[in-house]
C-alpha cells in the first residue's frame, strides 16, 4: 500500500505494468483521477480495501461513468507475507460476487490449499499468494489447485 498513489502511475505505466491497483483508503480524496489516468496509460484500474473499511466504500468507483475493473479485498492486513487468513472477509466478497456478477473480485492474504475453497466459494476469482507458493515443493501444483478451485466455483455459482 501507498499513500500517493498517483505519484506512482506514469513510472508503473511506463515500466510496462498491465494493471494498477490502488487503495481506497488511500485516495478517497482523488479517485476519479486516478482512474482516469491509470486507464489513459493503458492499465486496468482496481481498488484495494483494507480488513476494517466497510465495503460500502467501494461501491461509488465500481457504478460511476468510468469504473474500476477489479476489487481487492484484503483478507489479511496490509504489510507482509505469512498471516492468517482472516475467514470473515469472506463476507465482502459474497456480497460484491452477489451485487456485481462479473466483476473481478481478488483476494490477497493467507491463500493456500486449506483456505483456497472459501475463497472461491464465496466469489473471488483473482488469487493472489504469496507463502504458500512460493515456500511449497511444487509451487505450480498449488497453482493449479487455486484455478482448478476457481473455476469449478464459477461452474456451480
Ligand atoms: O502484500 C501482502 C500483504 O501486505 C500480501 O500480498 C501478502 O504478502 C501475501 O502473502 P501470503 O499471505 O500469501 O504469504
Known amino acids: 500500500m501507498v ?3 498517483l505519484d506512482y502511475v506514469e513510472p508503473l505505466g511506463k515500466a510496462g505494468a498491465s494493471g494498477f491497483t490502488f487503495h481506497v483508503e488511500a485516495s478517497r480524496e482523488n479517485w476519479r483521477e486516478l482512474i482516469q489516468r491509470i486507464k489513459s496509460k493503458g492499465m486496468k484500474p482496481g481498488v484495494a480495501l483494507k480488513p476494517g473499511t466497510p465495503i460500502e466504500e467501494v461501491y461509488p468507483l465500481i457504478e460511476c461513468e468510468n469504473p474500476v475493473e477489479m476489487v481487492l479485498v484484503m ?6 507475507g ?5 475467514l470473515d472477509m469472506m463476507d465482502k466478497v459474497k456480497t460484491l460476487r452477489k451485487k456485481y456478477p462479473s466483476l473481478d473480485i481478488e483476494v490477497d492474504g493467507g491463500l493456500g490449499p486449506s483456505t483456497i475453497e472459501m475463497a472461491a466459494s464465496a466469489g473471488a476469482n483473482c488469487i493472489v499468494a504469496g507463502s504458500s507458493v512460493f515456500g511449497a515443493p511444487e509451487p505450480a501444483h498449488v497453482i493449479s489447485l487455486f484455478k482448478k478451485s476457481v473455476e469449478e466455483a464459477q461452474k456451480n455459482n
Open 75 to 80: 483478507t489479511v492486513e496490509p504489510g507482509f
Open 3 to 5: 499513500t500517493n498513489p
Open 82 to 86: 505469512g498471516q492468517k487468513f482472516m
